[in-house]
Every structure is written in structure tokens, then in C-alpha cells.
């Protein structure tokens, strides 16, 4: 891995126009690209998954194994992603991925239902579990005060991220040391003050290893990837990283190591303090695992902590989500006024308008029909996570002399664990969740007549100023 990395240090040569006033600037570091990573990652999922897996497989080695297979997979699609990242270097990561390798209908419709619901709806759904699950824990409010936490939620992470990439990247780092500290500080307490009993970690042993087994298996693990998922954000915003082919690389890597290390490590600690039995009818884990180290205190402790975590990943998905569709508009895929950066902050500020706008609108919507259109939409996202990895293969093949500064480390093993990851999380959906999977795809087809509309536009004649938001300086941003 060293050495892949050292190799795609030499970066990618300066972009035609990178300083003309329509385009983005090249800002984010390393340590941005990791904030983005592990931010983004790091919402609810560490504190809510646990049980559930603890109610599907029983055994603790075994609830481990699961997290420990789900953080391999994602590493492993970090990797391949990775590849990609650094041959192309422009802003809309998976888009222009999934453009380059199957066309440009495919990445169309990967930023259709990341729009529609996907991006938009995760923002909406953790705006409304911070203003009215943790918020009022410490500020008790009514419904309709609710309502309005979650719309200023909305609102300010949408204002700081137009006032400037910078100052989006330093909230995202900020918060994301502010819950990595705090997640940390947690396992601490569990350990030094709980009265726990290591004996949690192996009991009970693992029985019954037959096909049941292997069912419960794998419906815990398609729980885990969802609370690994969220590494791929950081491509979008390739356009604006220094050095993408060497940052992206290494943000994506040492991201996706450091959640994984952290999502064992406080499993071990959950159960250190909490027996699986106790755990899997738990829907408050991390509050039970404080409580028997600090007492009533640990509850508050632990709300504190995860609005923080969900702050952190809602700002993640407004900080990268709208570069894909700033990319689209610069294809001529979308709506023109998307492609416009602001000429003073240097950000596209109408992709981000849209997306706060489109994100509050979901938010005001019925909650319980909501998390039904949310949780088909997670099916969808693993769709065009699945294609993305598999473009390393499609993209060796179509194009073997694209400059790869960086090559996936393991190749073909690592992408092909990766794509059969998401094809079990595919396949399962679809067995167990007929009709939601069925109204994703559905809503992903919705976007073929649209693309058709604009891609019928775009083939148009159409003016110098047209022209050049297609094909011109900012294309490579």
C-alpha cells in the first residue's frame, strides 16, 4: 500500500483553467478528505446497528466477525475506489466514474436518485432524528418547534458550506475530531469504570452453524455496511482537493481504517459492559453501556455525543452530495444554473440551494412515510456503489493506458470481495424487501425520460456561453 501510495504522490498535472472565476478551487487537504470520510461514516449507525446484530446472530465472536467483514469490504472498496479517484481527477467522484465506465446514461442516473432521495433524504432523515429524538433531551419542545430545529438545522450547514468550501471542510474536521474524541472518551469510561465481565465476549459460544446461520449472517451484515457506508462521498469533491490522485487515495484508506478500528473497539466495549442477550433487545446501547459506567449521567452524555455525529454527517453529505450535480450541469445533464459558481465564494451555490431546499421539503413530509421511501433508497445507493467498483475492471479493460498514479492494492481479489459484498446486500434486499426494492428501481428508471429530455437538449446547437459550460476551462473542476 505504501508503495501505491508513494507512486501516486507525483499527483495529477495542473487542470486547464483551474483559476478562471467559473471554476472551484483546489483547497482540501488530506486531513479534509479524511474528515469527509470518517464524518460522513460516523452518523447513528454506530450507536443503533449493535443491538441489532446482537439480536440476529447471539453470539458475541460471532457479532464481531460480522463488523470485522464489513469494515474488510468497504476497505476494499476504498481501495478500488481509490484507483479511480486518482486516474480521474475531476469534482463528481462516482459520477464520472460510472460515466466513464458504462456511459454517460449510467452516472445520470447514479446523480437522479442521488438527488431525489438518497443524499437529500439522509440529510433529511438525520435533521429529524436531531431535532426530535436527541435535541429534546436536553431542550424539551413541541412538534411543531421540532419541525423548525430540523429546518435551521438544514438551513445553517447549507449557509456555512455556500460561504465557502473551507469553511464547510473546517466545520466537517471540527466535528468529526469533536465525536472521534468523544467516541473515544466513551470507551474509555466503559472500560476503566463499568463493572463489566470479559466473559460477555464469549458468551454464549457460536451454535447451530447451518443455513439459518448463514441467513442471520447475512442480514446482520447488510445492517453493518449501511453503518460503514457514506467513504464514496469524499470523490466528489475531487475537483476541489490539492493533489487528488495522492489525497484521495490516502483520505479514503486511512479513513475507512480508522472507523473500522473505532466500530470494533466500541463493540468490544458495548459488550464488555452489556451481554449480547441484554444488548439485542437494547434500542439505547451506547446509553446503557454508559449508564453502568457513570450512571444517569451516561444517557445525557451519549445524546450529547450523537448529536455531534449526526451534525458531522449531515454537514458531509451537503459539503459533497452537490458537486455530482454541479458535474452533471457541466456535462449538460442537468439544469444549466447548477453548474454556476458563486464568483465570490467560489462554491456552487445553486446546486447547494437546491439541495437545502429539496432536503427541508422531505423533512416537512409524513416522517413514518418518509423512512419507507428512505429505506428503499438505500438499495438503490448500493446499486451504483456495486457498478462503481466493478468500473476498475470495465475501465482496465476499455481504457489500459489511462494514467493510474495509483493502482488498487490486491487487484482483481479486492474489488471482486467488494462487488460480491454489495451484491449480497443487493440480493437480500431484494428477498426480504420485494416491493421496496422494486419502487427503488422504479425510481431510478423514473430518470430515463429525464435523461432523455437532456440529452436530447444538450445535442441542440447552442451558443458560445452554452457551449462553454460544457466543453470549456471548468470542465475539469
Known amino acids: 500500500m505504501a508503495n501505491n501510495l508513494e507512486a501516486a504522490s507525483s ?15 483546489r483547497v482540501l487537504g488530506a486531513g479534509s ?17 449493535p443491538a441489532t446484530v446482537a439480536a440476529g446472530v447471539k453470539a458475541p465472536l460471532i457479532m464481531l466477525a460480522v463488523w470485522i467483514v464489513g469494515g474488510i469490504a468497504c476497505m476494499f472498496g476504498a481501495l478500488s475506489l481509490a484507483e479511480l479517484a486518482a486516474a480521474f481527477s475531476e469534482t463528481g467522484g462516482i459520477y464520472v466514474y460510472l460515466r466513464e465506465a458504462y456511459g454517460p446514461l449510467m452516472g445520470f ?26 435535541l429534546p433531551h436536553f431542550f424539551p419542545m413541541a412538534p411543531l418547534v421540532q419541525k423548525g430545529a430540523a429546518v435551521l438545522f438544514i438551513l445553517v450547514l447549507v449557509g456555512v458550506n455556500y460561504i465557502g ?11 468529526t475530531v469533536v465525536k472521534f474524541i468523544a467516541l473515544a472518551g466513551i470507551i474509555v469510561a466503559v472500560f476503566l469504570f463499568a463493572r463489566g465481565d470479559w466473559r460477555n465476549l464469549v458468551t454464549p459460544g457460536p451454535s447451530g452453524l447451518g443455513g439459518d446461520f448463514v441467513g442471520q449472517f447475512g442480514l446482520a451484515l447488510v445492517a453493518v455496511l449501511w453503518a460503514y457506508k457514506g467513504f464514496e462521498s469524499s470523490t466528489y469533491n475531487a475537483g476541489e482537493t490539492k493533489n487528488p490522485s495522492r489525497t484521495i487515495p490516502l483520505g479514503l484508506i486511512a479513513g475507512c481504517g480508522l472507523v473500522t478500528l473505532l466500530y470494533i473497539v466500541t463493540n468490544i466495549a458495548y459488550l464488555y459492559a452489556v451481554p449480547a442477550a441484554a444488548m439485542a433487545k437494547s434500542d439505547r446501547i451506547a446509553a446503557d453501556a454508559m449508564n453502568a459506567a457513570v450512571g444517569p449521567l451516561g444517557a445525557s452524555l451519549v445524546a450529547f455525543v450523537i448529536l455531534f455525529s449526526i451534525m458531522g454527517a449531515a454537514n458531509g453529505h451537503i459539503l459533497t452530495g452537490p458537486r455530482v450535480y454541479y458535474a452533471m450541469a457541466k456535462d449538460g445533464l442537468f439544469f444549466r444554473k447548477m453548474a454556476e459558481v458563486h464568483p465570490k465564494f467560489r462554491t456552487p451555490h445553486i ?34 456503489l456495486g457498478l462503481a467498483v466493478f468500473g476498475v475492471f470495465i475501465l482496465r479493460r476499455k481504457r489500459p493506458d489511462l ?7 490486491g487487484y482483481p481479489v479486492t474489488p471482486a470481495v467488494f462487488v460480491l459484498a454489495a451484491a449480497f446486500v443487493l ?20 430518470g430515463i425520460p429525464a435523461y432523455l429530455y437532456w440529452n436530447r437538449k444538450r445535442a441542440k446547437p447552442a451558443g458560445p456561453e452554452a457551449a462553454t459550460a460544457r466543453t470549456g476551462p471548468g470542465r475539469q473542476s
Open 351 to 384: 446546486s447547494l440551494l437546491i439541495v437545502g431546499a429539496w432536503s427541508i421539503a422531505l423533512s416537512l413530509g409524513p416522517t413514518g412515510k418518509f423512512e419507507e421511501l428512505l429505506k428503499f433508497a438505500v438499495f438503490g445507493a448500493w446499486i451504483f
Open 165 to 175: 468550501v473551507r469553511r464547510g471542510a473546517f466545520l466537517q474536521n471540527f466535528l
Open 427 to 446: 440480493v437480500n434486499t431484494l428477498v426480504k424487501s420485494f416491493w421496496n426494492s422494486f419502487a427503488s428501481l422504479a425510481l431510478i428508471a423514473l
Open 403 to 409: 494514467p493510474r498514479p495509483y493502482k488498487t492494492l
Open 33 to 49: 478528505i479524511i474528515g469527509i470520510v470518517v464524518g460522513t461514516m460516523i452518523g447513528s449507525g454506530i450507536f443503533i446497528v
Open 109 to 134: 442516473l447514479f446523480g437522479w436518485a442521488l438527488l431525489l432521495v438518497i443524499d437529500s433524504g439522509t440529510i433529511a432523515t438525520l435533521s429529524l432524528a436531531f431535532a426530535t429524538k436527541y
Open 11 to 25: 499527483g495529477s498535472p495542473a487542470q486547464p483553467g483551474a483559476l478562471a472565476p467559473s471554476s472551484l478551487l
